[in-house]
Nanobody
Framework: QVQLVDSGGGLVQTGASLRLSCAAS????????MSWFRQTPGKEREFVAG????????YYLPALRGRFAISRDNARNTAYLQMNGLKSEDTAVYFC?????????????????????WGQGSPVTVSS
C-alpha cells in the first residue's frame, strides 16, 4: 500500500518560488510514475507535471513548461515540484499522485483515474 505525504505549500507573493515535496512509503518507489495535480474550488483536478520512474521522461501542462520543474530522488522516495515565477492563477491545492502500474512502460498519464495513491494536498496561495 503506497502512502504519499505532500508538503511545502504556503502563502507567497507574485513572482516568488516554492518547492513542493512528496514523500512516499510502501512499494517500489522507483517503478512509479509520479505526478502533480492541482485543484481550485468548483473545478476538476488538473494535471500539472509528471515524471517516470527512471526520471528520464517528464511531461508538463504546456502552459506551465518553463516555470515549473518536476524531479525525483529515488534514493529518498521523494518527488518534488519546483514552482518559479508564481502567479495568482497558480493559487490552488496541489496534490502528488502515484501511478503504481506505470512500470515498465514509464507512461505518464494526465488522467486522475490512472493514479492509485494521492497525497493529502498542499495549499498554495499567491497574492499580488
Amino acid at each position: 500500500q503506497v502512502q504519499l505525504v505532500d508538503s511545502g505549500g504556503g502563502l507567497v507573493q507574485t513572482g516568488a518560488s516554492l518547492r513542493l515535496s512528496c514523500a512516499a512509503s510502501g512499494g517500489t518507489f522507483s517503478s512509479y510514475t509520479m505526478s502533480w495535480f492541482r485543484q481550485t474550488p468548483g473545478k476538476e483536478r488538473e494535471f500539472v507535471a509528471g515524471i517516470n520512474g527512471g526520471a528520464d521522461t517528464t511531461y508538463y501542462l504546456p502552459a506551465l513548461r518553463g516555470r515549473f520543474a518536476i524531479s525525483r530522488d529515488n534514493a529518498r522516495n521523494t518527488a518534488y515540484l519546483q514552482m518559479n515565477g508564481l502567479k495568482s492563477e497558480d493559487t490552488a491545492v496541489y496534490f502528488c499522485a502515484a501511478d503504481v502500474d506505470a512500470w515498465p512502460s514509464g507512461s505518464i498519464s494526465t488522467a486522475t483515474d490512472r493514479y492509485d495513491a494521492w497525497g493529502q494536498g498542499s495549499p498554495v496561495t499567491v497574492s499580488s
